[in-house]
Every structure is written in C-alpha cells, then in structure tokens.
C-alpha cells in the first residue's frame, strides 16, 4: 500500500524535493532496488496479445508457465547495466506481524476481485476483452517460485541479489543510508518512512510509456515540509501505512498541519476532537512507529552488502532460459552479447566521485506550534511523480 497520499504531498509542499531525469543520470551509481515490486510490475506490464478475445495474456512458454516476469527482468535489467547503472535487487523476507492487517484486507479485496473476473466472464455479461484484462491485472501476485526464478536469472548475469530478514524497501533504505548504494528504486514511498536518502521511480517503466526516472531527496522534503524525521515519520503514519488504519477524518493534508502545530501524534492525540475524528480500534501507532525507527534489516556490514557485478555465465544462461524456460535461443544469444558488452562501462567512474561536494544544510522550523502553510487539499493517493515543473501531475 505505501504512505497514503505521501507522494502529492511533497510535490505540493517541497517541490524542489522531485527531479525529473533520464537513465543515463545515474551512470556508475548502485541502486538498491525492491525486488517484489519489479516482479509485480513485470507481470502486469509484459503480455502478449490473446488471439483467441483480443486483450492481452502473460508470457508462457510450452509448458504453460509464466514467463513474464523472466522477460522483463532480463530485458530491464540488461538496459540499466547498459546504461551503467549497478543495480542490487533485495527480496522481501517475512512480512512484520503488524502488517497481519493489510494482508489480510488484500486477501478480502483478492476474493472480491475473483468474484468480479466471474461475472466478466460469464456469456451475456457483456463485458469487452479490455474490462476482463483489467480486471485479470488485478489478480496478479508474484509467488514464491517466481521469485526464486528470478534470483537465479540475475546471479547468472552476474547481478548482485540478496534476502531481506523483512520488508525490502526497509533494507533497501538501510543500504542507501550507509552509503553501500546510492538510492533506493521502488514505487512505494515508504521506502522514504525508512529513511532512504534518495528514492528513484519508473526504473522498471516500459520505454514505450515513456515515464522520466523520478528522484526524489528525503531531505529537501523534510526541509520543504518543515518536519524533522521523527515527525515525519508520524506524518506517514497519520496518512495511513501497512502497520495501522488511520484516524477516519484525517488525511494527508490536515496530518501535516497537526504535526506541525503539534509535533507528534501523542501530543495530537491529546487535544483531537474524538466526536470530529474516529480513531481505530486499536491504534498501534507507537508499535508501527518503532517498525519505522527501527526495522528488522539485514547488517549492512556482513560480507553480502559487498556488492560485487561480475561477467555473466553465458552457458548457465543458455541452460536455463533456452533449454529450461523454453525461450528461442537466437534472442537469448542476443542479449549475452549485450550483457557482455556491459562489462566495460563498470570500470569507468563518475566524474563527481573526483570531488567532495559539500551539501548545505538547510533549515527547518520543524516543532510544536511552529505554523507553516500547508499547500494542497483532500485526500490523494500516492501516484506518478514529476519534477518541480511538473509535480502537479502527480496523481494516481
């Protein structure tokens, strides 16, 4: 799920916080990416068309596996390391037991959406080959053995891939904050609750959708919101995260205004109009706090966040995608040609690693009772990112 409506929030407070770029910007960079995501969003993006009712299906070979999520991890992957980028794919462990709330909700909207695919599909219901794909899109999840596919395709194109003791996205901010990569690459903003410094979007977009890269800087948000972290991080809560419901009433934009004159949600609590705002029963929000604080992560000093990118096993690719996953051998000899080539760049560095840059730090009238303006209205959900010039379109 994310942070609630987090994403418009910034852009409408601390536009300066969002830049637009190109691929090409983070040549030589590690990036720590959520691995889930991307299997997820390879699934629902990389389809063929259905030739029997028009729409379309996911990749599969003979055998009637799916292969989708195969194709665009290979492909996807093969364009950041031709573009330079160093990337590190982290795999969520077990889920935290506060989230027992959100997946069971996903489980019910799971159901529903199933009952919803029958109805389509039923003669007579007149629904269009487009209304059963979408509705097909949102069965979609990445299972267990997919994921176990993918760790194997990437070790065998030489690309560092590690297992997170929890939530991904958490050991991914925890990489980036000890300076072992550069960002975090998910779609889900609570990657910036864990306190990545730097969190990337759309690197698994498609080239035809033409999506910018979206980076967006923790701490120019902070500065634009005039929130330490800490409250921040109540912010997010208060927004509504996968630990907690959220207060019925509150959305992103009177969260922000209480954390500011009040500073944290103990304090708000304290002189919230309980007949205006229903509060959830429970509210864990100290609980879910701490799993921002403090997440089950990997140690970044154990010997496996040395990243280490090395030449891909040719043969051990030939095995297991032409003779194992059934794809033509032609294309996959294409893309070994490729990953080779990509060796190369590795060894050149940044121009900007020559250099300290000295980051000034700016200040924030973040604390109890300090008013700020707050700019938006309503509740959003989060949605695509842009750059300063263009945050108004971020919506969902």
């Known amino acids: 799920m994310g942070i609630q409506g987090l994403t418009k929030l910034i852009s409408d407070n601390a536009p300066g916080a969002i830049k637009e770029g190109t691929v090409d910007k983070y040549f030589n960079r590690k990036i720590a990416i959520d691995a889930s995501m991307s299997i997820y969003q390879f699934l629902i993006a990389v389809r063929s068309m259905d030739a029997a009712g028009g729409g379309s299906m996911q990749l599969t070979n003979d055998a009637g596996e799916v292969t989708s999520h195969l194709t665009g991890m290979l492909y996807r992957t093969i364009k950041m ?47 269009t080959a487009e209304d059963i794909e979408r509705q097909q899109k949102r069965l979609v999840r990445a299972s267990r053995e997919q994921s176990e596919e993918v760790k194997q395709l990437l070790r065998l194109m030489g690309v560092p891939v590690l297992d997170a003791p929890c939530e991904a996205e958490a050991t991914c901010a925890a990489l980036a904050k000890a300076g072992k990569v550069f960002a975090t690459g998910t779609e889900d903003a609570d990657a910036l609750t864990f306190g990545t410094p730097i969190l990337l979007r759309h690197l698994n977009a498609a080239e035809s959708r033409k999506l910018p890269i979206v980076e967006v800087n923790l701490e120019a948000a902070l500065a634009g919101l005039h929130l330490t972290h800490a409250q921040f991080i109540d912010l997010c809560i208060l927004c509504g995260c996968d630990y907690t419901d959220s207060i019925k009433g509150i959305g992103p934009v009177t969260a922000l205004k209480l954390v500011r004159e009040h500073g944290s949600i103990e304090e708000i609590l304290k002189k919230l109009d309980k007949d205006k705002y229903t509060l959830p029963e429970p509210f864990p929000f100290a609980e879910a706090r701490q799993l921002f604080v403090q997440p089950d992560v990997i140690d970044v000093e154990a010997p496996e966040c040395d990243f280490k990118w090395t030449d891909c096993d040719a043969d051990g690719l030939r095995k297991y995608l032409v003779e194992e996953k059934q ?45 700020m303006p707050v700019v938006g209205k309503g509740k959003h959900k989060m949605g695509a990112a842009s750059s300063s010039n263009a945050a108004k379109k971020m919506k969902k």
């Open 327 to 371: 794809f033509g051998e032609e294309r996959i000899n294409k893309a070994i040609e490729r990953l080779q080539k990509c060796r190369g760049k590795s060894s050149q560095g940044r121009l900007d690693t020559f250099f300290k840059v000295l980051a000034p730090t700016p200040k924030t009238d973040a604390g109890k009772g300090k008013q």
């Open 81 to 127: 390391l031709e573009a330079g980028i160093k990337p590190v794919f982290v795999f969520d462990g077990k889920a935290p037991t506060m989230k027992g709330g959100e997946l069971a909700k996903r489980k019910e909207r799971q159901k529903a959406a199933e009952d919803e695919l029958a109805k389509l599909q039923q003669e007579g219901s007149g629904a």
